[in-house]
Structures are given as structure tokens and as C-alpha cells.
């Protein structure tokens, strides 16, 4: 199965996606390349046809491939996308507000479609204009 990639979008800015030769995915599964042409044309492993004779795949549909449930971040990928404070971060985790995946001892991953229910999950704030500026009293105070 052959598709059309579309770009993603990070900080309101198009990010181009990453493609990868036949010969690349083939190289990092540690399998042939006619191994991969079998798994895209039996559409378990989505391309890109770029001219009649090349086709690519996109790093992110390899990945997810890889990894069914998603993208793992680190603590510090979450921090910055959050812009929190690492230490922050753990606390969510602590008190399971953000869940997170053990890895080793003491290595925290977070699921990419995790943070993405946690940040669609809290509620809209709604600030009037009276709140953000401080009310005189009738005594001018």
C-alpha cells in the first residue's frame, strides 16, 4: 500500500518528515530489501512512491511500526514540550496525573499519545479582564 506523507507541525512551523530508503529500513530491521517490498506491498508497512522506480518510507510510520503504542519521551522532552520544569514533570508522574513507563532503576518514559490525553484532558481557562488587573477599593486603595 502506497500513500501520499503529510508534514507535521512543530511550534506552528511545518517540519518536513523524514523518509528513509528501502535500503535504510532494511538496514536497521536487519532483514533484506525484498523482505520490505513484501511488507509494503501487502500494506503492513506504509511508502511513499517518490518517481516510478523509488519509494520511501517515513521514519515516523517505521517507528510506529516498531512500536505500536507510540513515541517514548524522556522526562526532559516532556519538560520542554510542557515548559515545566523536569522536576515538575516528576511530580505529574508521582501524583498520576501523567503516566509514565518504567525503564531500568529509575528511567521514566512517557508515551507520545499519553501526553497528548493528558494536555487535551485539562480544562480550557477562562480569565476575565477584572481578574488580571488589580480593583481600587472605594477608598482608592
Avoid: C, F
Wanted: cysteine-free.
Amino acid at each position: 500500500m502506497i500513500h501520499g506523507a503529510s508534514g507535521a507541525l512543530r511550534n506552528g512551523e511545518a517540519v518536513l518528515p523524514v523518509l528513509l530508503t528501502v535500503k535504510e529500513v532494511a538496514d536497521r530491521l536487519g532483514t533484506s530489501e525484498s523482505a520490505i517490498y513484501a511488507q509494503i506491498y501487502r500494506g503492513r508497512l506504509p511508502a511513499i512512491k517518490i518517481t516510478p522506480r523509488s519509494v520511501r518510507i517515513s521514519e515516523s510510520d517505521l517507528e510506529l511500526r516498531l512500536n505500536p503504542a507510540g513515541r517514548e519521551l524522556t522526562v526532559a522532552e516532556v519538560a520542554l514540550y510542557l515548559q515545566l520544569s523536569i522536576s515538575e514533570v516528576y511530580w505529574l508522574i508521582r501524583n498520576g496525573r501523567l503516566r509514565a513507563l518504567v525503564r531500568g532503576r529509575i528511567g521514566r518514559r512517557i508515551l507520545e499519545r499519553d501526553l497528548v490525553d493528558y494536555v487535551d484532558a485539562r480544562p480550557p481557562v477562562a480569565i476575565s479582564a477584572q481578574s488580571r488587573l488589580p480593583v481600587a477599593d472605594s477608598a482608592g486603595r
